[in-house]
């Protein structure tokens, strides 16, 4: 059974400092793997999929990399702004076909400090 | 990108009574939608699979006569909580996967729904 872990559960940094986040899954045999944002009371917001043959993704001042064969997935965050303060969970997908799961991380709570 | 809406966005209501929510797939057609349910400061625990035209896939441990759901067209799929009560307050929210010709099958999230039982 996959099971994903996202370390810390919570991080706070000044404005202006670089995030770095990170995901774990135990089984490597993925489709893909997502970062989401959530804001409080709020739905989530895809920010990077990366999917398996791929290493990294990039968007703005964010990056995700990839590695699948060890199980781990790292989201930067550059230049921390106070508007990227929120909860960022990482899920992983075991397939293509339309009825495969997403499995969860619990999710790192980010303050980031005017 | 792709928009999933949710309605109503928030409900309160008395213990007992049963209340419906929807998640409708706007610019896209999905034969997959998934209902999820969040309590505070945790992540996502999947409830169900609803797949449109046919029964859904609860998880292990999900009351399938409690949470009834209903994917009647490729575009909409409904939640009903059955004769709700507090216990039942959470934050609930769907997800849909694009069905679609040269779709990479990717799932796109709904805003969520607040429900508060009294």
């Known amino acids: 059974k996959q099971e994903v872990t996202q370390i810390p559960a919570a991080l706070s940094v000044p404005e202006g400092e670089n995030l770095v986040l990170n995901c774990s899954f135990t089984?490597?045999?993925?489709?893909?793997l997502q970062w989401f944002r959530q804001d409080p009371g709020k739905g989530l917001t895809s920010l990077l999929l990366?999917?398996?043959?791929?290493r990294e993704q990039t968007s703005g001042r964010l990056n995700a990399s990839l590695d699948k064969s060890s199980g781990r997935s790292t989201l930067y965050i550059a230049a921390s702004q106070p508007g990227d303060s929120a909860t960022y969970l990482c899920a992983v997908r075991p397939g293509k076909a339309a009825g495969n799961k997403l499995t969860f991380g619990g999710g790192t709570r980010v303050l980031v400090k005017p | 990108g792709a928009v999933v809406s949710q309605h109503p966005s928030w409900v309160i209501c008395k213990s007992g009574t049963s209340v419906k929510i929807e998640c409708r797939s706007l610019?896209?057609?999905?034969?997959?939608m998934f209902w999820y349910r969040q309590f505070p400061k945790q992540s996502l625990m999947l409830m169900a699979t609803?797949?449109?035209?046919?029964?859904?896939?609860?998880e292990q441990g999900v009351e399938k006569d409690k949470f009834l759901i209903n994917h009647a067209s490729l575009t909409l799929s409904t939640l009903t909580v059955t004769s709700a009560h507090p216990e039942d307050s959470s934050f609930y929210i769907c997800?849909?996967?694009?069905?679609?010709?040269?779709?990479?099958?990717?799932?796109?999230f709904g805003p969520g729904t607040r429900l508060t039982v009294l």
């Open positions: 997800s849909a996967r694009d069905s679609g010709l040269g779709s990479n099958n990717e799932q796109f």
């Open positions: 610019d896209f057609q999905a034969t997959t």
């Open positions: 089984d490597s045999a993925i489709y893909n």
């Open positions: 990366i999917q398996s043959s791929q």
């Open positions: 609803s797949n449109e035209g046919s029964k859904a896939t609860y």
